[in-house]
C-alpha cells in the first residue's frame, strides 16, 4: 500500500447488502481488501487509515471477531479519545457480540463480569498505565487504538501508552486524521525516511476522503462562503472596519474580523443560520430527517446560538456543552430524532458521530487542519447515494485554504521545522484537541476583552466544491444566494459539479443581460471599484480552473489572453475582464 496515510487505490464502494454502521455482516470493498491484508500478514502492529465515515468501527471489530473466533486472543481494550466515543464502540461491539464495558474506571481493577474487555479513553491510560499494563500481560490482548493521533499530544500520554501496551500480542491503529501539525511521535507508528531524510508515518492501509467520495461512500461537501461588513472598537478606543475575507489586510484584522462576524448580537450569524436553515429545508424535501449542527467557540456563544435559531424555525435546538453530564445522551437522543439543529461548543472532534447530519455552520474561531478536518467529518458520512453535505463558514483565508484542501494527502513528518510561515496549514496545534473542545478559560475571556465588536452585516460571497469557486457574491436573501442554497439536496459529487457550474454560468448571464439599461448611468471614466471586483473575480476563477487542471496560473491568463485578446489583467477594462470570464465559464462547463 501508500507510503503516505492519505491515497490508496480506487476501489468499488461497497459489497452488496451493505449494513448500518458498526453490525455489517458483508464489507464494503475497503474493509475487505483491509481485512484480507491483515489476515495475510497478521502484524502485531497495523495503522488503518480511513477518512471519517468510511467505516473504520465495522473494520476493527471484524478484525477483533475474528481473531476471537480463531484464538488468537482472549482480551480486547479500545482506547479512544472521548468517554462518549467509549460508549458508541460499546454498543457497536455489542451489535456483533463482543461484549465490551465502557464503565470500567481505574479504581475498579477489573471489568465487569461477562465481559471479554473495556473501553477506556487516552487520558485513562495515561494516568495509570501500570494499571492496564498488567491487564494487558494477564491475557492474550487486542488494543484498538481509535485515533491514534491522540497518542502524540503529550509525553506523557504517549509514555503511557507505550508503557501500557508493549506487551499487547495484537495492536491496531485508527484514524481518519493521521496528521498532526506538531513533531511528537505518535506511538506505534512507524516512520521511514523520504529521499529528502524527513522521517515520515507509514500507513499500513490507507483509504483517503477522494477515494471514498469516487466510490460513493462518502458525501460530497459544498461549501457555502460569506463575507460581509465588519465593525469594531480596539482596546485603544480606535474603530476600525473591515469586509470579511479582505485580501489585503494584517491577520489581526481578520482575526477581530471573523470574531465580530461570530458575535451573537451582529447581524452576520443570524443571517448565516437563517440561510443555513432555508438549506437544510431544501435538503429534507428529499431527506426528511436531515439534520443541522452547529459549531461555537463557548458556552455563551452557544446558548445565543441555540436562541435565533428557536426564532428562525419556532424549534428549540439541542445544545451539547462541555460540561454538561447529560450530554452524551442527548447526542444520542438527536441522532434518534428528526429534530433539526444540535448546537454543540465545539465539541466535534471524534465526539458527535450522528450519520443524519447533513448541513453544519462552522462557527468557531478555531482554524487548525486538525479541527478542520474532524469538523467536516461529522457530515460526510452516508447513508445512501446522493446524499450531500452543506458546511457554512466565513470567507476567511485559513478556512478557504482548508475547505480547497479536502483531498489533500497528508502525513505526519517529525524532521520539519515546528514553525513555518505560509499559508498556516503546518504551523503547530493551537490547542490540544482536548484543550479545544473545552469550554474556554479566563485566559480566553482576558484576549476577548482586547476588543469590543459593534456591527457586522453578512453578504454570500461564493461556493467551494472540489477545488473549485463558484458564485459571483451576492446579498443575503437574493438570487444569488438561492441559486446554490437550493441545490438539491440528493445528487452525487459529479452532478454537484455540474450543477454548480450551471448555476455560476447563469449568474454570469444575468449579470450581463442587466450591464445594457445601465450603459447610460455608467461615468465616462472607468469605475476602478468595478474593475477591481472583475479582477478579483478573475483571479478566483483561474485559481480554480488551475486548481482542477494544475496549470499554472501564469499559463491560464496566457491562453485566456490568446483566446480572447486584450492586454494584460492590470490594464485589461471591463469588457476584456468580463470576455474572460466568459470563456474561462464555458470550459468549466464542457468540462466532463
Avoid at 44 to 60: E, I, S
Avoid at 317 to 339: G, M, N, R, Y
Avoid at 579 to 589: N, P, V
Wanted: proline content about 5%; glycine content about 8%; overall charge neutral.
Amino acid at each position: 500500500m501508500t507510503e503516505t496515510l492519505f491515497g490508496g487505490p480506487t476501489l468499488p464502494p461497497a459489497y452488496p447488502e451493505r449494513a448500518a454502521w458498526g453490525t455489517a455482516p458483508k464489507l464494503r470493498a475497503w474493509q475487505q481488501e483491509a481485512l484480507d491484508l491483515y489476515l495475510k500478514s497478521s502484524p502485531r502492529d497495523f495503522l488503518a487509515v480511513a477518512t471519517p465515515g468510511a467505516g473504520k468501527t465495522t473494520f476493527a471489530l471484524r478484525i477483533a471477531s475474528t481473531l476471537i473466533d480463531s484464538g488468537a486472543v482472549n482480551r480486547v481494550t479500545i482506547v479512544a479519545p472521548t468517554d462518549h466515543l467509549k460508549r458508541q464502540w460499546a454498543d457497536a461491539a455489542a451489535k456483533v457480540g463482543i461484549a465490551i464495558d465502557p464503565n470500567f474506571k481505574n479504581s475498579d481493577g477489573q471489568h465487569g463480569r461477562g465481559f471479554i474487555g473495556v473501553a477506556v479513553t487516552y487520558a485513562q491510560v495515561a494516568s495509570k498505565p501500570m494499571l492496564h499494563r498488567a491487564k494487558t500481560e494477564a491475557a492474550r490482548t487486542l488494543v484498538i487504538l481509535d485515533e491514534i493521533h491522540h497518542g502524540g499530544e503529550a509525553l506523557s500520554w504517549g509514555d503511557g501508552l507505550r508503557e501500557a501496551f508493549d506487551p499487547a500480542v495484537r495492536r491496531l491503529s485508527l484514524t481518519g486524521t493521521p496528521f498532526r501539525s506538531d513533531t511528537s511521535p505518535i506511538p506505534f507508528v512507524e516512520y521511514a525516511e523520504d529521499r529528502d531524510g524527513i522521517r515520515r508515518s507509514k500507513a499500513d492501509y490507507t483509504y483517503g476522503y477522494g477515494n471514498a467520495l469516487r466510490d460513493h461512500v462518502v458525501r460530497p461537501v459544498m461549501f457555502m462562503a460569506y463575507s460581509g461588513q465588519m465593525r469594531w472598537r480596539t482596546s485603544a478606543g480606535e474603530e476600525m472596519a473591515a469586509s470579511l475575507g479582505e485580501a489585503a489586510v494584517t491577520k489581526d484584522i481578520t482575526s477581530h474580523a471573523w470574531r465580530t462576524a461570530l458575535n451573537p448580537a451582529g447581524e452576520w450569524i443570524p443571517a448565516v443560520l437563517a440561510g443555513a436553515d432555508r438549506r437544510l429545508s431544501e435538503v429534507r424535501r428529499t431527506v426528511p430527517d436531515a439534520g443541522g449542527l452547529v459549531i461555537a467557540t463557548d458556552h455563551e456563544d452557544a446558548r445565543a446560538y441555540a436562541g435565533q435559531l428557536k426564532k428562525i424555525t419556532g424549534e428549540s435546538p439541542t445544545v451539547i456543552l462541555s460540561d454538561d453530564a447529560k450530554a452524551s445522551s442527548k447526542i444520542e437522543e438527536f441522532t434518534a430524532s428528526e429534530k433539526r439543529w444540535m448546537v454543540a461548543v465545539r465539541m466535534v472532534s471524534e465526539g458527535v458521530d450522528v450519520p443524519r447530519l447533513s448541513v453544519g455552520v462552522y462557527a468557531t474561531s478555531t482554524s487548525t487542519p486538525l479541527f478542520f478536518a474532524q469538523a467536516v467529518g461529522r457530515f460526510v458520512r452516508a447513508r445512501k447515494r446522493g446524499e450531500t453535505a452543506s458546511v457554512f463558514l466565513p470567507s476567511v483565508p485559513q478556512l478557504m485554504a482548508l475547505a480547497n484542501s479536502m483531498e489533500m494527502e497528508r502525513d505526519h513528518a517529525l524532521d520539519r521545522p515546528e514553525k513555518e510561515d505560509g499559508d498556516g496549514l503546518l504551523n503547530p496545534e493551537d490547542s490540544l484537541m482536548d484543550e479545544a473542545n473545552r469550554e474556554e478559560k479566563a485566559s480566553d475571556s482576558l484576549t476577548k476583552g482586547k476588543f469590543e465588536a459593534l456591527d457586522s452585516q453578512a453578504s454570500f460571497d461564493r461556493v467551494l466544491f472540489d477545488g473549485g469557486e463558484f458564485g459571483t457574491g451576492g446579498e443575503v436573501g437574493s438570487d444569488d444566494e438561492m441559486d446554490f442554497l437550493g441545490i438539491p439536496g440528493l445528487l452525487d459529487a459529479e452532478q454537484v459539479g455540474t450543477l454548480l457550474r450551471q448555476r455560476q454560468h447563469e449568474q454570469l448571464n444575468r449579470k450581463n443581460r442587466k450591464a445594457p439599461a445601465a450603459e447610460s448611468q455608467v461615468p465616462a471614466v472607468p469605475d476602478h471599484r468595478m474593475l477591481m471586483d472583475l479582477r478579483n473575480e478573475l483571479a478566483k476563477n483561474v485559481a480554480a480552473w488551475a486548481a482542477r487542471t494544475g496549470t499554472p496560473h501564469g499559463v491560464v491568463h496566457t491562453k485566456l489572453r490568446t483566446v480572447c485578446g486584450g492586454p494584460p489583467v492590470a490594464q485589461a477594462n471591463e469588457e476584456q475582464l468580463q470576455s474572460r470570464l466568459r470563456k474561462l465559464q464555458d470550459w468549466f462547463i464542457g468540462r466532463k
